[in-house]
T-cell receptor, first 112, second 111 residues
Framework: SQTIHQWPATLVQPVGSPLSLECTVE??????LYWYRQAAGRGLQLLFY??????ISSEVPQNLSASRPQDRQFILSSKKLLLSDSGFYLC???????????FGEGSWLTVV | LAKTTQPISMDSYEGQEVNITCSHN???????ITWYQQFPSQGPRFIIQ???TKVTNEVASLFIPADRKSSTLSLPRVSLSDTAVYYC????????????FGAGTRLAVHP
């Protein structure tokens, strides 16, 4: 069966520090991968999606970036965090049907 | 991509049936309708998906009229544990899904 994992689960980072969130999918190959962000009490905002290794599409201009160095690995990064980067970050992948996506456990980021 | 509109919040009581309607006037021929449920501090969880008419599973039913411009998620006999945010999404089959989540409907179930 397919599983998705992301880490770390929570982190507190000072303004201006770098960020790296990692996501891996198991049990499938060539998945579409996504990064979403959810501010407290708000809906989900699509940040990046990837249809293959090295292929990244950005939905929202910001100081975040994403990379896909391997087929089932998706990384969200920042060189210098802003207070507004705080939120709940979710990695997701496409289901076999192509119309359903499955989410990881999420990562809580607090920028102080 | 079809945009969806759904109520911001709803209240219900345990044991009642809850119907949440979503409007998607610009739905395309290839688009499927999918509903997700999200609890606090968790990722959204797939509930049900349909293309037309009615779909039922062990959790919910999904009603889709012939014009497919709206859909209704029906939760039978809700319990306190059904308190969550429910999202309606419309997306195309195949790759490049780029599924866009709206604000969702915050359902509160009361004793």
């Amino acid at each position: 069966s397919q599983t998705i994992h992301q880490w770390p689960a929570t982190l507190v980072q000072p303004v201006g520090s770098p960020l790296s969130l990692e996501c891996t999918v198991e049990g499938t190959s060539n998945p579409n991968l996504y990064w979403y962000r959810q501010a407290a009490g708000r809906g989900l905002q699509l940040l990046f999606y990837s249809v293959g290794i090295g292929q990244i599409s950005s939905e929202v201009p910001q100081n975040l970036s994403a990379s896909r160095p391997q087929d089932r690995q998706f990384i969200l990064s920042s060189k210098k965090l802003l207070l507004s980067d705080s939120g709940f970050y979710l990695c997701a992948w496409d289901g076999i049907s192509g119309n359903t996506i499955y989410f990881g456990e999420g990562s809580w980021l607090t920028v102080v | 991509l079809a945009k969806t509109t759904q109520p911001i919040s709803m209240d219900s009581y345990e044991g009642q049936e809850v119907n949440i309607t979503c409007s998607h006037n610009n739905i395309a021929t290839n688009d499927y309708i999918t509903w997700y449920q999200q609890f606090p501090s968790q990722g959204p969880r797939f509930i049900i998906q349909g293309y037309k008419t009615k779909v039922t599973n062990e959790v919910a039913s999904l009603f889709i009229p012939a014009d497919r411009k709206s859909s209704t998620l029906s939760l039978p006999r809700v319990s306190l544990s059904d308190t969550a945010v429910y999202y309606c999404l419309v997306g195309e089959a195949g790759g490049y899904n780029k599924l866009i989540f709206g604000a969702g409907t915050r359902l509160a179930v009361h004793p």
